[in-house]
C-alpha cells in the first residue's frame, strides 16, 4: 500500500487546523482571512505554519503601554526610568549634549 494518501490526509489535516487557527483571531479583516487562508492552501505546508505563526502572535493581542522599546528614544529624553535619563539609567548619556557619556 502507497504511503501518499495518509500523506495527502495529514496535510489536509494541517491545512484545516491552520485555517481554523486563522478564522478564530477576531483582529484580522476580512480581507486578511482571505489572503491567509488562500496561502494555506495553495503553499500547503510553508504556508500553513506562516499563518498559525502569524495567528498566534496575533492572538496574544498588543504589548502593554509600559514596554520599552530600547530602540525608541522619545525626542523629550524621556524613558521608563523618568524624564532626563539617558538608556543606561544615568543621568546624560552620551551624544544627548550634557557630557555624561565618555
Not at 481554523?20 to 484580522?28: G, M, Q, S
Not at 498566534?56 to 524624564?83: E, I, M, N, V
Amino acid at each position: 500500500m502507497s504511503a501518499w494518501p495518509l500523506v495527502v490526509l495529514a496535510i489536509a489535516l494541517a491545512n484545516a487546523a491552520a485555517s481554523w487557527a486563522v478564522l478564530r483571531i477576531p483582529v484580522f479583516s476580512a480581507t486578511q482571512r482571505r489572503l491567509q487562508l488562500l496561502l494555506i492552501w495553495l503553499v500547503p505546508i510553508l504556508g500553513a505554519i506562516i499563518c498559525v505563526v502569524f495567528a498566534r502572535s496575533q492572538a496574544l493581542g498588543p504589548a502593554s503601554p509600559s514596554t520599552f522599546d530600547p530602540l525608541y528614544h522619545p525626542s523629550d529624553g524621556g524613558g521608563p526610568d523618568g524624564p532626563g535619563l539617558g538608556i543606561c539609567g544615568c543621568e546624560g548619556s552620551a551624544g544627548d549634549g550634557t557630557g555624561g557619556g565618555d
